[in-house]
């Protein structure tokens, strides 16, 4: 007898298995989804890549020359793909390199390959 793949029964696998996840890191579902979560490490290779083409987003946006300097603190929040609220230091080299606070908002879904800068603004 040949086994059939069964959608239902794919998804209550599915169920389980986040079901498991979720409790094996004591976190609950509406925690993840649709809340603002700190980063814990802002210096990540993935955090500093959203940071760095949201400042090059804004830069081409508003036609200005801000250079990125580091990431101050961040969020996420688990959406159709993730947004990233970064807090970014970065230089206005048409002010004589002077240092700004900036928050920016990032919508990213890597998957369709889509990255868009929702927010930027100075703090």
Same mark, same amino acid.
């Given at each position: 007898?040949?086994?059939?793949?069964?959608?239902?029964?794919? @998804?209550?696998?599915?169920?389980?298995?986040?079901?498991?996840?979720?409790?094996?890191?004591?976190?609950?579902?509406?925690?993840?989804?649709?809340?603002?979560?700190?980063?814990?490490?802002?210096?990540?290779?993935?955090?500093?890549?959203? @940071?760095?083409?949201?400042?090059?987003?804004?830069?081409?946006?508003?036609?200005?020359?801000?250079?990125?300097?580091?990431?101050?603190?961040?969020?996420?929040?688990?959406?159709?793909?993730?947004?990233?609220?970064?807090?970014?230091?970065?230089?206005?080299?048409?002010?004589?390199?002077?240092?700004?606070?900036?928050? @920016?908002?990032?919508?990213?879904?890597?998957?369709?390959?889509?990255?868009?800068?929702?927010?930027?603004?100075?703090?």
């Amino acid at each position: 007898m040949q086994l059939k793949s069964c959608p239902l029964l794919s @998804a209550i696998l599915l169920i389980l298995v986040a079901s498991f996840h979720y409790q094996a890191l004591a976190i609950s579902p509406s925690a993840i989804v649709g809340n603002w979560r700190p980063i814990p490490n802002v210096d990540v290779l993935k955090v500093l890549e959203i @940071a760095r083409f949201a400042v090059s987003e804004h830069n081409k946006k508003a036609n200005v020359q801000l250079e990125f300097v580091k990431v101050v603190k961040g969020e996420t929040q688990i959406v159709e793909g993730t947004n990233y609220r970064l807090v970014i230091i970065a230089n206005d080299k048409a002010a004589g390199n002077a240092p700004g606070n900036y928050e @920016a908002v990032v919508w990213d879904r890597p998957w369709k390959h889509f990255r868009e800068l929702s927010s930027f603004v100075k703090v």
